[in-house]
């Protein structure tokens, strides 16, 4: 939503999730009034040029996304936040793109799904983010460590815009959603403060596992709290 702000960006939230095959259209069509733009009549038009073709693989799926997309926006970047490693691969099979990828502290990952820290957490995020890196292909990536953008906002968008060759805006620090195309993603979409606050739980936590197991926590040092 941060990157999706800048004048120009557009925001399309989870591409992924609605555009995939056997994705129920009712449940579609049911999240049309939702989107951020307030009245959208993007997404209609995305979901009948796919119909149109009506392919199986995600690459052609999103190809056509992106073809509405150039049509209706033309010189604007489209900013998907799917988390999916199919929807990287269909991306970058299809496109050119550079991939924002957050690093979260492990701690604070476990207790945003569990509410505590559990060996088998913190050794699933450590493989995820390993699958991550060696799924992205294209040299431009840019890594942004969770920590620093909620704690020091300003300067890692600041250093995020310098690193994807955008002019830094000021008003990236308070999204507006309603110039974007937000179906289906992070729930601060429909939240008008977009206010991130940070769950400082796993602070008090006492668990022995981080000490346990040094590489995932070597793991953390070196990327959950890097600057662009």
């Not at 989107?35 to 052609?60: H, R, Y």
């Not at 190809?63 to 900013?79: H, Q, S």
């Not at 969770?146 to 968008?157: A, G, H, M, R, S």
Request: aromatic share 8%; proline share 6%; glycine share 4%.
């Amino acid at each position: 939503m941060i990157v999706g702000s800048h004048p120009d960006c557009i925001a399309v939230g989870e591409v992924a999730n609605v555009i995939r095959a056997g994705v129920e259209r009712s449940w579609i069509e049911d999240h049309y009034p939702t989107c951020t733009c307030g009245n959208c009549t993007f997404w209609p038009q995305v979901m009948e040029a796919i119909d149109q073709k009506d392919p199986s693989e995600l690459s052609e799926r999103y190809r056509i996304f992106l073809e509405v997309f150039a049509d209706r926006f033309p010189g604007k970047i489209a900013v998907d936040s799917s988390k999916t490693l199919d929807a990287l691969g269909a991306l970058q099979a299809c496109s050119e793109c550079s991939v924002i990828r957050i690093v979260r502290d492990v701690r604070g990952w476990n207790y945003s799904k569990k509410g505590k820290i559990t060996p088998r957490l913190m050794l699933s995020w450590l493989r995820s983010n390993r699958a991550l890196e060696r799924a992205i292909k294209d040299s431009s990536s840019v890594q942004v460590g969770y920590e620093p953008l909620v704690f020091d906002t300003q300067t890692t968008v600041e250093r995020l815009c310098s690193r994807l060759s955008l002019p830094y805006r000021e008003e990236m620090l308070q999204p507006d959603v309603s110039k974007q195309h937000i179906l289906v993603g992070n729930p601060m979409r429909i939240n008008k403060e977009h206010r991130i606050k940070y769950d400082s739980r796993w602070m008090q936590d006492t668990s022995l596992w981080p000490i346990l197991l040094k590489p995932v926590m070597d793991y953390n040092k070196k990327h959950a709290y890097s600057y662009p």
